[in-house]
Nanobody, 120 residues
Framework: QVHLVESGGGLVQAGGSLRLSCAASGTFLRLNDMGWYRQAPGKQRELVAVIKRGGLTNYADSVKGRFTISRDNAKNTVYLQMNSPKPEDSAVYYC??????????????WGQGTQVTVSS
């Protein structure tokens, strides 16, 4: 089992900043890819950013240059630094982690989601 706990969501003014955190706990050997996804009402869940264990990152075009994903492997935690957020960034943000198990291999787990609302 892997449990992902997200924090840092809330209300932020456009042009401000916000940092989301997601801490993983469980019986996994290690965490591989970790990422942030978001879903707004009436829209599909979309990838925001992903980071591999070694630090390689990938971002959705809509957030490039504004958001930064990072991780602390010692703490099993992934972060999303949201700079200059826009109202269109408002969504429920979900943490995802690919967990490596000795017997079961790789399994994806999801956090419960945290609401981010950007006011104009």
């Amino acid at each position: 089992q892997v449990h992902l706990v997200e924090s840092g969501g809330g209300l932020v003014q456009a042009g401000g900043s916000l940092r989301l955190s997601c801490a993983a706990s469980g019986t996994f050997l290690r965490l591989n890819d970790m990422g942030w996804y978001r879903q707004a009402p009436g829209k599909q869940r979309e990838l925001v950013a992903v980071i591999k264990r070694g630090g390689l990152t990938n971002y959705a075009d809509s957030v490039k240059g504004r958001f930064t994903i990072s991780r602390d492997n010692a703490k099993n935690t992934v972060y999303l630094q949201m700079n200059s957020p826009k109202p269109e960034d408002s969504a429920v943000y979900y943490c995802n982690a690919e967990s490596q198990f000795r017997v079961f291999g790789k399994i994806d787990f999801w956090g419960q989601g945290t609401q981010v609302t950007v006011s104009s």
